[in-house]
């Protein structure tokens, strides 16, 4: 059971000593931890997906649409193709027409007249004639009644069959677009969506050389502030024991109390500068966490802090302004702002020429016209052709045309004023390039004078023939060469960086 314990508490230490352990971070790290943390730069990556739909979309331009429409109407009056006056002699049209039939009537009975008299005379009984005449009279007058029945019958049949229900109407189509010709539109929104999509990719790296270019400068901050404060410490300690040894003269009476207290002082100044150098160390640290998406509060140790030379190496780096013409991504992105104009000139020509289409789909109703008048759905096909040929606008389209061909000159002129911005760019960071490492070349070789200045006057201090301000002259003399040798390597380290942004070339 003890060994249980014992094995519990054994890792349980071990996992205390892993949440207090700090991590160790190259320049390449932070880096890549700085471009996923980085919020711009996902909003660069989410402006290329939408410039990239965006380009998909204006390719569906150059293929046919399909769209569906359905329709319900409801209206107060129908539609009616024949007056009221029409309605009505075709509903009376029997009745009418055995109104005009009475001359006829009249004939006939005049004819039976004639006919029972003929027949008297041949003997026929008078009481036969007037009862064949009856019953002639009688059928005729049945028929006539009939016939205008059946044709008051058949008027209204027409009545109804001409009436168009229209109250109530359902439409539907499928209908079929296919540009043939737009003047030129699509083709140039289909330029101009290729443009936006390099415009978003050119600005995603401008982005990430931006975020790269902090990126280093917060990491080479940390470590000079880290050399520095371990040259603090060392100046501290140095003085600190100067100080032992003044005081230790003063009891012999050696050295007065006026040396003593130019030394304090000088410890003084040393315990200052290492807490202001521990406080902006602390400040630089919590600002890399943020930039990289780590807690402000976590320890981390870079690996150029603990290295006692930086191993800088001095470049001689050549003039090439035409590399950072070629690569730098702000002026990638004013190209493409003048081509995206020219495009959008083209779109807004479009405009004023002919555009042509090929129509076509299926149409239904209800009532529908194809059969007479019918209450119930019918369709049919249809196939056109349309032609859209602006006439007069009031030079509406030359106007905006004008203005968008301002907008390109505009875009030409800041992308001439920007390249030379950027060779002026050039020519400056290489300088600084050249300047940093003769600004090195000296800090060694002061290095190198401090040093020795530094061992003389130990030396003759200690043999007594050189006085305690001589010493502490030597020692500030000494923090500064090592204090210019570390700006000095932190210098060359930035310049490097700021010419490969000047050029383009910052990955």
């Known amino acids: 059971m003890k060994k249980f314990i014992s094995f519990g508490l054994l890792l349980l230490a071990v996992g205390i000593q892993d949440i207090g352990a700090q991590q160790l971070l190259c320049l390449d790290s932070c880096r890549a931890m700085a471009l996923r943390n980085n919020k711009q730069m996902t909003v660069s990556q989410l402006k290329q997906e939408v410039a990239a739909n965006l380009r998909k979309s204006a390719r569906t331009k150059y293929l046919p649409h399909v769209s569906a429409i359905g329709s319900y109407q409801y209206t107060s009056e129908e539609v009616s193709l024949l007056n009221n006056e029409q309605k009505a002699t075709l509903s009376n049209l029997g009745t009418n027409l055995a109104g005009n039939l009475g001359g006829l009537t009249t004939g006939v009975n005049n004819f039976m007249g004639q006919m029972g008299t003929m027949l008297a005379q041949l003997g026929v009984p008078a009481a036969s004639i007037q009862q064949m005449a009856g019953n002639l009279q009688q059928n005729m007058q049945q028929g006539i009644t009939n016939a205008a029945g059946m044709l008051d019958t058949e008027g209204q049949k027409i009545v109804d069959a001409f009436r168009t229900d229209t109250r109530n109407i359902f439409a539907g189509s499928i209908l079929v677009t296919q540009p043939v010709f737009m003047g030129g539109g699509i083709v140039a929104l289909n330029k101009l969506a290729d443009l936006n999509e390099e415009f978003a990719s050119n600005s995603a790296s401008a982005r990430r050389q931006a975020v790269v270019y902090a990126t280093d400068q917060a990491y080479w901050q940390v470590v000079s502030l880290k050399h520095k404060q371990r040259l603090a ?21 050696v050295a007065t109390k006026s040396d003593g207290l130019s030394v304090s002082v000088k410890v003084n100044e040393a315990e200052m500068t290492l807490q202001r150098v521990n406080d902006g160390l602390v400040l630089s640290k919590m600002l890399l966490c943020q930039m990289i998406g780590l807690p402000m509060n976590d320890q981390i140790t870079l690996a150029d802090e603990d290295t006692k030379d930086l191993a800088v190496v001095t470049l001689q780096p050549q003039l090439d302004v035409d590399r950072a013409i070629e690569n730098r991504p702000e002026l990638k992105m004013l190209g493409n702002t003048v081509d995206m104009t020219k495009q959008a000139t083209n779109i807004l020509k479009a405009a004023n020429l002919p555009q042509v289409a090929l129509m076509g789909g299926y149409a239904v109703s209800n009532p529908n016209v194809l059969n007479g008048f019918e209450k119930k759905f019918g369709g049919f096909w249809n196939v056109g052709l349309l032609v859209r040929v602006p006439l007069w606008n009031w030079g509406d389209v030359a106007y905006k045309v004008r203005a968008s061909k301002g907008a390109t000159a505009i875009a030409h002129l800041e992308l001439a004023d920007a390249r030379e911005k950027i060779e002026l760019q050039v020519n400056q960071n290489t300088f600084k390039v050249d300047e940093a490492n003769r600004r090195l070349t000296l800090a060694q070789t002061g290095i190198e004078k401090a040093e020795e200045n530094l061992r003389t006057a130990n030396l003759g201090f200690s ?45």
Do not use: C, N, R
Not at 234 to 252: H, P, R
Not at 481 to 495: E, F, N
């Open 463 to 507: 043999e007594g023939v050189i006085s305690p301000s001589v010493v502490m002259e030597a020692q500030t003399a000494w923090l500064q060469a090592q204090s210019q040798l570390i700006d000095a390597q932190i210098a060359v380290k930035l310049s490097h960086v700021e010419l490969q942004k000047a050029l383009g070339s910052l990955e």
């Open 233 to 253: 410490e060392s100046y501290l300690a140095l003085i600190k024991k100067f100080d032992g040894d003044v005081q230790k003269m003063i009891a012999e009476g």
